[in-house]
């Protein structure tokens, strides 16, 4: 049995990619987190698992992932660079590559003032560029920041994160391209909800030849009620949410809201896959994962290809 | 400038409880530039200590000196005669300067009566700014001025991060993103190319490699 990413695989293979997302708990109780992932089963062909997103603290991303793996899934280990130092963040890329994973994301992370450890340091000893170049560098040259060499390179398909929706605008792109020439094989984006701004973003990554070098997934969420569409716009840092989604979501009576909030996802999908470029989607349903089969089965996405890695 | 601000009135007072003869000790400099530990400061707490004691009805004496430097041989020396009076110091001074106090006069106990902050500027009538961390290696050539240190809230070296939005940082809309300004100033001066390479991981043993730093000037000494 070869033990390769599957999400790699499909995306090699041409096909358009589904990735999923889902939380770790806030306990040590293994079968939540499976559950959670077995409602995603055959809908996406990968999940991602956060790394005490918004600096909450929860059960390690990497033993979630390892759960996973053992459930038969492939799992996206991320990694925030908020928690560990160089030290840390090399050590559990072996580690991870030993337990069979086979994707990881790097990340800078929420800062910990978001959080319920307000008080941690904050470590930030690498930024998410290069702690995706190290891992690059481990896996391509088989050695670590200062030139040791490793017994066995980790072998790991390289994710890194993208908002299109931040400013500087002009300077975006020059990141990303950034993040591509640090070793980043695929990129997830932030979520998707202002199309017009995204569709520029692309066709600059595509002026700059960025489509050609890495794989791109184009974030959604699905929005539960008005209050949610509402909030993202205000609170949450670097979410582009316009004003016309707002008005649609309150246009629909309160019972109404999640079927429109899933209509506008699959729409969006369904917009994403006609932008030259556009990889796959990356569908964030955190707390809803039971929503994502339905969105994937209503934009076209089932079923998921086989998988030929094993 | 090293910066700092006075702690709570309380805790200051629960410290120095258990002293009769104390001698408020302010310094000259940073924190005289800060409001925080100058001749004027100093006074100003002495007397606020010597009223709440009176207050309480207890009987202990505090009075006050400035030095220009407490953290300079040379100027806590100036001390050698009066210290003699006193059963406690209460610096206004930074750390470094509680610490050069107590290692000149290793006999009486040296308590601060700051929080120690940053390195920093003074921006504006009363706003000091943190703007530099002391790293050992200064980048700000890189970055066109703006230290990404002391200055992002993630200290990033490939910025900005996706959560920069109209020039304001993520953290806190008060702070202005480290990143926009950097990119600003390197566009203004046509050197944005600088930061289209990968800026490595930063040397950190330049800043705690060898335990506590020192420097050793031989030309310096006599
Ligand atoms: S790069 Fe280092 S020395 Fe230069 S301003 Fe920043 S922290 Fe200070
Ligand atoms: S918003 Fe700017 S200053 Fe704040 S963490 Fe991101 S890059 Fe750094």
Redesign the interface.
Known sequence: MKNISRLKDVLERGEFAVTGECGPPKGADPEIILEKAELLRGNVDALNVTDNQTAIVRMSSMVACGLLKTAGLDPVLQMVV?DRN?IALQSDILGASALGIRNVLCL?GD?Q?FGNQPEAL?V???????FV??VKTMRDEGTI?GGDVLNKPPEVFIGA???PF???MD?RV??L??KI??GADFIQT?CIYNLERFESWMAMARERGLTEKTFILGGVTPIKSAGMAKYMKNKV??MDVPDEIIKRMEGVPKDKQREEGIRICVETIQRLKEIPGVKGVHIMAIEWEEAVGEIAERAGLLPRPVFNGK | MITGEQKPIDEIREMIAPYKRILALGCGSCVAECASGGEKETAMLASLLRMAAKIKGEDVIIEEQTIDRQCVKEFVIQLDETIGRYDAVLSLGCGAGVQAVSAMFPEIPVIPALNTEFLGETKDQGIWVESCLGCGDCMLYHFGGICPLARCSKQILNGPCGGSIDGKCEVNPDIECAWQLIIDRLSKFGNLDRIENIYPPKDWSKKQGGGPRKIVREDQQK
């Open positions: 908020r160089r800078s800062h003032i904050g930030f000893d690498l930024d998410s560029i290069q170049q190290t920041l994160a993208a908002n931040a400013d500087p300077f020059i990141r391209a950034k020439k640090a932030q840092p670097g």
